[in-house]
């Protein structure tokens, strides 16, 4: 059995792709720093996994993931390997995400995006004028059509 379950904080926006053709699918890949459950020397330490997705679950990832944001993805692991530009075979492993979700409240995320060093200045989401205390947006009738699960 090839199952994984990860929570973790995304390193950065998702890279969002689209293959070419008729049939255009999007490929989202994002990191995701998994903080270990022991530490070293008092010191929390972290592994950076590399994360992919397709179709509808790239596009929410588009549309809702960004830095910093604390997800649970579970999916399998996939390896492979390639040959680069300096002729050296490179092998790869990555978790093929096959369901992910928001582990935190809007509010607990947006206090932590603001408590990180800024680098790269990402667009934020505009926040939500019908939102309640708990950080939650109040969802408006007849928005199920539109929503990318159902």
Same mark, same amino acid.
């Given at each position: 059995?090839?199952?994984?379950?990860?929570?973790?904080?995304?390193?950065?926006?998702?890279?969002?792709?689209?293959?070419?053709?008729? /049939?255009?699918?999007?490929?989202?890949? !994002? +990191?995701?720093? @998994?903080?270990?459950?022991?530490?070293?020397?008092? $010191?929390?330490? &972290?592994?950076?996994?590399?994360?992919?997705?397709?179709?509808?679950?790239?596009?929410?990832?588009?549309?809702?993931?960004?830095?910093?944001?604390?997800?649970?993805?579970?999916?399998?692991?996939?390896?492979?390997?390639?040959? /680069?530009?300096?002729?050296?075979?490179? !092998? +790869?492993?990555? @978790?093929?995400?096959?369901?992910?979700?928001?582990? $935190?409240?809007? &509010?607990?995320?947006?206090?932590?995006?603001?408590?990180?060093?800024?680098?790269?200045?990402?667009?934020?989401?505009?926040?939500?004028?019908?939102?309640?205390?708990?950080?939650?947006?109040?969802?408006?009738?007849?928005?199920?059509?539109?929503?990318?699960?159902?």
């Amino acid at each position: 059995m090839n199952k994984v379950i990860l929570m973790g904080r995304l390193t950065r926006d998702p890279e969002v792709r689209y293959s070419a053709g008729e /049939n255009s699918l999007a490929i989202a890949r !994002y +990191t995701l720093a @998994v903080d270990r459950r022991f530490k070293r020397d008092g $010191e929390a330490t &972290a592994d950076f996994i590399s994360c992919v997705v397709f179709g509808r679950g790239a596009e929410f990832a588009e549309k809702y993931f960004h830095q910093g944001i604390r997800i649970v993805v579970s999916g399998r692991i996939q390896t492979g390997s390639y040959t /680069n530009r300096e002729g050296q075979k490179v !092998y +790869t492993t990555e @978790v093929v995400v096959e369901e992910q979700e928001f582990a $935190e409240s809007k &509010a607990a995320s947006d206090h932590y995006t603001a408590s990180m060093p800024q680098q790269n200045a990402a667009p934020s989401m505009p926040s939500p004028t019908a939102a309640s205390a708990d950080g939650f947006m109040n969802i408006p009738d007849g928005i199920d059509e539109e929503l990318p699960f159902n």
